[in-house]
Nanobody
Framework: QVQLVESGGDLVQAGGSLRLSCAASGRFLRVNVMGWYRQAPGKQRELVATITHSGSTDIAASVTGRFTISRDNAKNMVYLQMNSLKPEDTAVYYC??????????WGQGTQVTVSS
C-alpha cells in the first residue's frame, strides 16, 4: 500500500516563506514524477510544480521565481520551497506521485494560509 505524508503547511504573513515536505512510501513503489498541486476554496485543483526522477521541473507561471521544487530520490521525498508568499497562494496543497507503472497517488493535503 502506498502512503504519502505531507507536512509544513502553516499560517504565514504575506512575504513570508514556507517549506512543504512529502514522503512517499510503499513496498514496491518506484517513483517517477513527484509534484505539488493546490486547491483554493471554490476553485479547481491546479498544478503548482512537478519534478521528474532525473530532476526536470515544470513550474506554474503564477509561482515561477517564488517557488522551488526539489526531491530526494533515495528517500522518495519531494519538497516545495515557497518564498514571497501572497494571499492568493492560500490553498490546500497536495502532494502527488506517479509511479513507473503509471499509477497516481495523492496525499491528504496540507493547509497553507497567507494573511495580508
Amino acid at each position: 500500500q502506498v502512503q504519502l505524508v505531507e507536512s509544513g503547511g502553516d499560517l504565514v504573513q504575506a512575504g513570508g516563506s514556507l517549506r512543504l515536505s512529502c514522503a512517499a512510501s510503499g513496498r514496491f513503489l518506484r517513483v517517477n514524477v513527484m509534484g505539488w498541486y493546490r486547491q483554493a476554496p471554490g476553485k479547481q485543483r491546479e498544478l503548482v510544480a512537478t519534478i521528474t526522477h532525473s530532476g526536470s521541473t515544470d513550474i506554474a507561471a503564477s509561482v515561477t521565481g517564488r517557488f522551488t521544487i526539489s526531491r530526494d530520490n533515495a528517500k522518495n521525498m519531494v519538497y516545495l520551497q515557497m518564498n514571497s508568499l501572497k494571499p492568493e497562494d492560500t490553498a490546500v496543497y497536495y502532494c502527488k506521485v506517479v509511479s513507473y507503472a503509471n499509477n497516481d497517488y495523492w496525499g491528504q493535503g496540507t493547509q497553507v494560509t497567507v494573511s495580508s
